[in-house]
């Protein structure tokens, strides 16, 4: 008898994943929550503020069926796919769908330099707007802007005033009150973020002060958690 073939041979397609653990979800509107992070090899931008410069080249090869089954061992609802920047790897939005139909909600977190409409419509996606100090902005895909849905977020980091100053006049310029939650995130370490929340209440800014809740929870420099 002839053995049956694969219906997607692409399931077997290698993704480069630096680590998948669980952990409290520590932004975005879903902070205080279990989360499995899968976070993908690899960023095409290099941001003055990043964080996890580990993950532009630490990691191993796994299969999407792999990684599928690492996070069920989890059992737990909530998964982010993060990165690095996950929309770089060809197969990161079939991983999305797999999670999807599997029945998790699922957050994706992206630079946004990448278009995000190959993500399916039922994720959430966590944009970032990369200010001029993270000497990143040029290389922003904008057109991500008529692509966001109500449901998705979007997260500005703010070094000091004349960040969060620009900021606000780039949610003003693009008419993104409204639109979807935006977070605003003090840099960790940099910008105390009773300063930020002063400078939100005085001007009464419509965002969400996103307080990175998992480096105040753990050691900052911890990996996996």
């Given amino acids: 008898m002839q053995r049956a073939k694969s219906l997607n041979p692409r399931l077997k397609y290698k993704m480069r994943i630096c680590e998948i653990f669980k952990s409290i979800q520590g932004e975005s509107s879903c902070a205080g929550m279990p989360c499995v992070f899968v976070r993908l090899t690899g960023c095409n931008l290099r941001c003055s503020y990043c964080d996890t410069t580990y993950a532009y080249e630490e990691g191993a090869e796994m299969s999407v069926d792999e990684v599928c089954e690492a996070v069920e061992k989890y059992a737990t609802e909530l998964v982010e796919v993060t990165g690095g920047e996950p929309l770089e790897q060809a197969d990161t939005a079939l991983l999305i769908r797999r999670l999807l139909d599997s029945g998790h909600t699922v957050l994706v977190e992206t630079n946004g330099s990448k278009d995000i ?109």
Avoid: T
């Fill in 117 to 225: 409409s190959v993500v399916d419509r039922r994720a959430i996606i966590i944009m970032d707007i990369k200010s001029p100090g993270s000497g990143m902005f040029r290389s922003m895909d904008l057109g991500n802007l008529r692509r966001l849905r109500p449901s998705d977020e979007l997260k500005f980091v703010v070094a000091d005033r004349a960040e969060y100053e620009w900021a606000k006049a780039f949610i003003a310029d693009n008419g993104l009150a409204g639109k979807c939650l935006l977070n605003l995130s003090p840099a960790f370490g940099v910008l105390a973020p009773r300063r930020l929340a002063e400078w939100i209440i005085e001007d009464g800014l419509k965002v969400r002060l996103n307080m990175q809740l998992h480096k105040y929870i753990f050691n900052p420099d911890e990996r996996g958690v």
